[in-house]
């Protein structure tokens, strides 16, 4: 299985495709927007791997935008004894979901593409039979 490290919002996510993870905020993009990420830090599999100094030039991973969002909030109470001070306050991160399409190597050669769903739309027989039973 292939893998990829890349480089957003100040930090460092090793991916799969088909992986769906949690990011910092990507400014200015839309849901079910494409993504790609240039700054690849490394990229490999079970048997070779490329590392760069400090990003592999010509290496991406291209995702989708799955939705954005604000995590929970989380609190802030700061109290100084004895003093009659106190300070509550609140903060919710921004985030944006994405899911892995597509790791290319550096001479652009696809590594690994994630599986797409084929979602049947029709209802079985034996389904609305089971129904009907119960």
Do not use: C
Request: no cysteine; proline share 1%; aromatic share 6%.
């Amino acid at each position: 299985m292939s893998y990829a490290v890349i480089q957003t919002g100040g930090k460092q996510y090793k991916v799969k495709s088909g992986e769906i993870l949690k990011v910092e905020k990507l400014s200015d993009s839309k849901p079910d927007t494409k993504i790609e990420f240039k700054e690849i830090l490394a990229y490999g599999d079970d048997k070779m791997i490329e590392i760069g100094s400090p990003t592999v030039a010509g290496a991406k991973v291209e995702a989708n935008l799955v939705k954005n969002g604000k995590n929970r909030t989380i609190l802030i109470f700061k109290k100084r004894r004895r003093h009659n001070s106190r300070r509550k306050n609140g903060h919710r991160q921004e985030y944006s979901m994405i899911k892995i399409n597509k790791i290319f190597s550096k001479d652009g050669k696809i590594l690994s593409e994630a599986e797409k769903k084929i979602v049947s739309t029709k209802k079985t027989d034996e389904g609305a039979k089971q129904k009907k039973n119960k």
